[in-house]
């Protein structure tokens, strides 16, 4: 016997991806410049939140506090997706209030991955003092592989073809000091790849947490965790191991970071 579908689920799927998507299968106006604004971060409010960290582990190592980073980024990212999902179950809390919410949900997801992301390239070394550029290494780390091939294709440009340390590499493509002359060519396939990839990704994810009958709970949680996971894991093989030794501008007695020298003199997010 066939398995009747559920109408409900079906309406709430339908719902969910016309609020994203046109008649013609395309992001609406507005969907992408939402993505890509929610991985924008300055680099004053991730070195604020390392020393936060570090306030509360004074005797942490960089390993650590890398682990401590994780924790707190798998955690965030899953309570956001399972809290999200369960509002299908609120009386009066309708489809189209719950796919808001789910938008808000991917976000947030984006926001918490551009957070964890730079603090791991910090602890590395790598100073991302230019949002555009620190917003163009959480992408390519969320697209994994394609995204990292990219990024060495340009750490390759950055090192004269020299096969030299990757983090190192990593670390000349995004540091002040030296411009790319290709960066923005590179930055531009992987913001492409970057929101095509996402939008079916996290469309997957949006139509899961808007789902009733407290499915989207499970879905939106179980989604969450798994591109985390998938994030932390493109993060570790970008950057390898951790280093000994935490860089000396994150250390507990080092001066605060002045808001005002950000590269190009481009602000970001202001979050």
């Not at 969910?16 to 395309?26: E, P, R, W």
């Not at 997801?109 to 555009?132: D, K, M, Q, V, W």
């Not at 060495?152 to 073809?161: E, H, K, N, P, V």
């Not at 808001?259 to 970001?268: A, F, I, Q, V």
Request: glycine residues 12%; charged residues 15%; aromatic residues 4%.
């Amino acid at each position: 016997m066939a398995k009747r579908s559920n109408p409900a689920v079906r309406i709430a799927q339908e719902t969910a991806h016309n609020a994203v998507f046109d008649a013609d299968g395309k992001p609406k106006p507005g969907v992408h410049n939402m993505l890509l604004k929610a991985v924008e971060i300055q680099r004053p409010l991730v070195l604020a939140y390392i020393r936060r960290l570090q306030k509360k582990h004074p005797k942490a190592t960089a390993a650590q506090l890398a682990a401590i980073l994780e924790r707190d980024y798998i955690r965030a990212v899953t309570g956001g997706g399972a809290v999200v999902g369960a509002t299908a179950v609120v009386p009066g809390v309708g489809t189209i209030a719950s796919l808001g919410l789910s938008a808000a949900a991917t976000v947030g997801f984006l926001e918490a991955t551009a957070l964890y992301a730079t603090s791991l390239a910090e602890l590395h070394g790598i100073r991302l003092t230019n949002p555009e550029k620190a917003s163009t290494m959480v992408m390519a780390i969320m697209l994994g592989e394609e995204g990292t091939s990219l990024l060495s294709t340009l750490s390759s440009q950055a090192a004269g073809g020299a096969g030299i340390n990757t983090t190192k590499t990593l670390g000349s493509v995004f540091s002040k000091a030296m411009p790319i002359s290709g960066f923005g060519a590179v930055r531009n396939k992987i913001q492409k790849a970057f929101l095509k990839n996402l939008l079916k990704r996290q469309g997957t994810a949006l139509l899961g947490r808007a789902l009733p009958f407290g499915i989207g709970a499970v879905v939106g949680g179980a989604g969450n965790l798994m591109m985390g996971r998938a994030v932390v894991s493109n993060a570790k093989e970008a950057f390898g191991p951790m280093p000994d030794t935490i860089p000396g501008e994150l250390t507990l007695n080092a001066a605060a970071p002045d808001n005002h020298t950000l590269e190009g003199n481009t602000l970001g997010s202001q979050r």
